[in-house]
């Protein structure tokens, strides 16, 4: 089977085949691939992948309003749990995020109606034939990154925005013949 030639672990396989570009709309996973990717920024994606569990465990599942009342006490436990990218800026920012998406979630109804809302509820279909035609970042990920930034939000810069799209579904960027590609659409 033809994949994207970046899943060539059985880690980034399972994740390409099973997630990376299927339209996710549940808030709670949109915050947690919105926290996954700001914790990549200077590592692996298979890395993250490795911790993601942790993650889980250390950010109740992602659920938005718990990991919102996190207090000073438990980012500092967090701080020191190896099961998670152990940086006081992206452990801080991943509670900072999700006081920022309870109050999207107050003006909007819900975190994915003002997130899909960039796109009009659909993907953006690229048709990429290699990974050099693939950007790291785009003029709307530099949009929503600024967006996010005037509401609160941390580590969303363009590229982490791009990849987060990307991962989410909200651009498709499975490359022309990836067996994916034509994949699971809203």
Not at 1 to 22: K, L, N, Q, S
Request: a positive charge.
């Amino acid at each position: 089977m033809m994949r994207c030639p970046w899943a060539t672990t059985d880690a980034m396989i399972a994740y390409h085949d099973r997630e990376w570009g299927v339209p996710l709309h549940d808030d709670d996973r949109l915050f947690e691939m919105l926290t996954l990717e700001g914790a990549q920024a200077g590592l692996s994606w298979e890395t993250i992948l490795r911790k993601r569990e942790g993650y889980r465990r250390r950010f109740y599942d992602f659920a938005i309003a718990r990991v919102a009342r996190m207090t000073p006490a438990a980012v500092e436990r967090a701080l020191t749990d190896p099961a998670i990218v152990r940086n006081r800026l992206k452990v801080a920012s991943t509670v900072a995020n999700a006081r920022a998406v309870l109050a999207v979630q107050r003006e909007f109804g819900s975190f994915d109606r003002f997130l899909w809302g960039f796109v009009d509820g659909a993907p953006v279909d690229r048709r990429p034939r290699s990974m050099r035609e693939v950007p790291p970042a785009s003029a709307l990920s530099r949009t929503i990154a600024g967006e996010l930034r005037r509401r609160g939000f941390r580590f969303v810069g363009p590229t982490v925005v791009y990849s987060f799209m990307q991962a989410t579904g909200m651009v498709n960027d499975h490359l022309i013949g990836c067996a994916s590609r034509g994949r699971r659409r809203t």
